[in-house]
Nanobody, 118 residues
Framework: VQLQASGGGLVQDGGSLRLSCTAS????????MAWFRQAPGKEREFVAA????????LYSDDVKGRFTISGDNAKNTVYLQMNKVKPEDTAVYYC????????????WGQGTLVTVSS
């Protein structure tokens, strides 16, 4: 599975940005997809996830109420709508995919950089 993330860029404090991640080369159906991020000098952290069956979503406390994850299963694409961004949201954002419930995310995109200016 190859994941291609896009949509990163420079955005002002309080602005909005939408990230996209499209999967290709699937052999097995995806169970869930997620977004993670890694800020300079910090470890990678979970941002949000969506489960295709039932459309369940999960968010980190840092982004809850500001970010929305959604997906289009027919297009093998997951989105991250980022609203009211803050400078601390600056990071490389990675999308990830897993095919087995409860397993680690096995497939990762290359990352897209989001920079929030104050």
């Amino acid at each position: 599975v190859q994941l291609q993330a896009s949509g990163g860029g420079l955005v002002q404090d309080g602005g909005s940005l939408r990230l996209s991640c499209t999967a290709s080369g699937r052999t097995f159906s995806s169970y869930s997809m997620a977004w993670f991020r890694q800020a300079p000098g910090k470890e990678r952290e979970f941002v949000a996830a969506i489960t295709w069956s039932g459309g369940r979503t999960l968010y980190s406390d840092d982004v809850k109420g500001r970010f929305t994850i959604s997906g289009d299963n027919a297009k093998n694409t997951v989105y991250l709508q980022m609203n009211k961004v803050k400078p601390e949201d600056t990071a490389v954002y990675y999308c990830a995919d897993r095919t087995v419930p409860g397993s680690a995310y096995a497939y990762w995109g290359q990352g897209t950089l989001v920079t929030v200016s104050s």
